[in-house]
């Protein structure tokens, strides 16, 4: 066994010196890479500022005449309409798409052939449409015991129904107001039916405004009188506070003047079919590679060169070996 030992030994030793020549043998390897590529970019120095020159320029060209505009409306579709803002949107979308000019014309576009998109997408907020009514909220527990609650929440058939959406406008100029905003409203809220439905409900809004009116006028009296016949008692409030018809008539009349709180925001929100909360136009769109081509079209450029350059060298060191080989 004694003389087994010196063996193995020498044997190691071998492995590692060929572990570390091979390993040596590696990093030559990168290094005469490394200096391959220095010398190849020093002899094609001047090819590579040509190219970044002519990238930048036509970069900073197509910048300059081809940018980017993003507008948004933020509108809240009542009287149930979220099916008919997203059917109107998809078609004023497919229009575009098609370049139906007489169509946008038609509605009061101007400069149609700048306008790139209109797209709708949901504003999430899963709160406030659980806590609009107890319906909602039962049916976001019942979905939520039965599936993914994120999933839920960006579904399609959830989503449409929360109460507020963003119109994204896209346009390849600035646009006005008068030019393409009001035309996009007016299209929404062109419907005769939601029409008739919007005229209804405030109608009714403006009864129940006057009838709570009057109801508090009645209980104002009410307890003006009351107060009348108690005046010669020496602890009104103990009086007040022991009776509970006057305690339940204040609280109806606290509840009726929360109720035309409501009311009234509703009457001011209701004044469209597809009401307008907040409009933010012309912002330029720097998404993806918009006003970014004159760093962008370089490095292309340059990509491209360095590509065709190792192509070709792979192509003449394999044709070489194809011909010594014949």
């Known amino acids: 066994m004694s003389t087994n030992v010196p063996q193995n030994q020498e044997d190691q030793e071998i492995d590692l010196s060929q572990i570390f ?45 081809h940018k980017s505009y993003e507008s948004e409306i933020i509108v809240m579709p009542n009287f149930n309409s979220n099916d008919y803002l997203y059917s109107k949107i998809n078609l004023l979308n497919s229009k575009i798409k098609e370049n139906d000019t007489v169509f946008l014309k038609k509605l009061g576009f101007e400069d149609v052939n700048q306008i790139n998109s209109v797209e709708i ?19 976001i527990k019942l979905m939520s015991e039965k599936g993914d609650l994120n999933k839920i929440v960006e579904a399609n058939l959830t989503s449409k129904n929360y109460p507020f959406h963003a119109v994204n406008i896209s346009t390849s100029s600035m646009i006005t107001s008068e030019g393409l905003i009001n035309p996009v409203l007016a299209y929404l809220n062109s419907s005769e039916y939601y029409s008739k439905i919007k005229t209804e409900n405030r109608n009714n809004i403006e009864i129940k405004i006057k009838q709570s009116d009057l109801i508090i006028n009645q209980i104002d009296g009410f307890l003006a009188a009351a107060q ?33 709180g409501y ?5 001011i929100n209701s004044d469209k079919v597809i009401k307008d909360v907040s409009i933010v136009t012309n912002l330029k769109n720097t998404k993806g590679i918009n006003g970014k081509l004159k760093l ?26 194809f011909e010594n080989n014949i």
């Open 121 to 139: 997408k949901p504003i999430l907020d899963i709160y406030k449409f659980a806590s609009s009514n107890v319906r909602n909220f039962e049916l």
């Open 228 to 260: 009348n016949n108690t005046r010669g008692t020496s602890n009104n409030l103990v009086y007040y506070n022991e009776n509970s018809q006057l305690n339940n008539i204040i609280k109806t009349k606290d509840s009726l003047i929360t109720g035309q």
């Open 21 to 65: 020549k091979k390993i040596g043998v590696f990093f030559e390897g990168i290094a005469t890479t490394i200096f391959k590529g220095i010398l190849f970019i020093k002899n094609n120095i001047l090819t590579f500022l040509l190219l970044f020159v002519i990238g930048f320029g036509l970069g900073f060209y197509l910048d300059c005449n």
């Open 296 to 321: 962008i079209l370089p490095l292309v450029l340059i990509s491209l060169f360095l590509i065709f350059s190792i192509f070709i060298r792979f192509y003449k060191r394999q044709k070489v070996k």
């Open 263 to 267: 009311q009234r925001i509703e009457r």
